[in-house]
T-cell receptor, first 114, second 117 residues
């Protein structure tokens, strides 16, 4: 079974600082996608960034970037210049199978402090 | 674009009754929709995958006779919780994939809070 491990249940960071959230996963597939979603207090799931496993280049989306290590099955999220609005639960989610079913990690609760 | 709605956003029902939750893709067509369940302070658990016009595929441990899923059109999927019990109280979230393709990205609805008394 595919597993996803987010080893940091909670993290906090000062506004404008940088923080890295870790994620490791297990999969038997070769071609797949990986996603980071955030869930603010409203509970609406919001896509933060995605990575295609066949691409070696790490994905970047404004202040968000990933460090994807395929061999190590590691997919960490770096948030630069943290903002108060980044406060949320962050979930790592590899896609599985031809329909891309998402398997979510347990999440990391990030608090950005002023 | 890529908006998914859910209705109702919050529902309270009595034990033994059934409740239906709707999931709609508002500005795109969705061949595949997913239903998740989320307990307080926990992660999302995939319950089932539904494809338009065919039977849903349920994850292991999810009772298909209790959680009825219908995906009758490319913009609507429904989840019916039958004979609800207090332990069915949870936050239910749907998501949808755009028929136009894309990297398997799913667009999420805002969720439905179900409370069974």
């Amino acid at each position: 079974a595919q597993t996803v491990t987010q080893s940091q249940p909670e993290m906090s960071v000062q506004e404008a600082e940088t923080v890295t959230l870790s994620c490791t996963y297990d999969t038997s597939e070769n071609n797949y996608y990986l996603f980071w979603y955030k869930q603010p207090p409203s509970r609406q799931m919001i896509l933060v960034i995605r990575q295609e496993a066949y691409k070696q280049q790490n994905a970047t989306e404004n202040r968000f970037s990933v460090n994807f290590q395929k061999a190590a099955k590691s997919f960490s999220l770096k948030i630069s210049d943290s903002q108060l609005g980044d406060t949320a639960m962050y979930f790592c989610a590899p896609g599985r199978g031809s329909q891309g079913n998402l398997i979510f990690g347990k999440g990391t609760k990030l608090s950005v402090k002023p | 674009g890529a908006v998914v709605s859910q209705h109702p956003s919050w529902v309270i029902c009595k034990s033994g009754t059934s409740v239906k939750i709707e999931c709609r893709s508002l500005d795109f067509q969705a061949t595949t929709m997913f239903w998740y369940r989320q307990f307080p302070k926990q992660s999302l658990m995939l319950m089932a995958t539904s494809n338009e016009g065919s039977k849903a595929t349920y994850e292991q441990g999810v009772e298909k006779d209790k959680f009825l899923i219908n995906h009758a059109s490319l913009t609507l999927s429904t989840l019916t919780v039958t004979s609800a019990h207090p332990e069915d109280s949870s936050f239910y979230i749907c998501s949808a994939r755009d028929i136009a393709g894309g990297p398997l990205e799913q667009y999420f609805g805002p969720g439905t809070r179900l409370t069974v008394t």
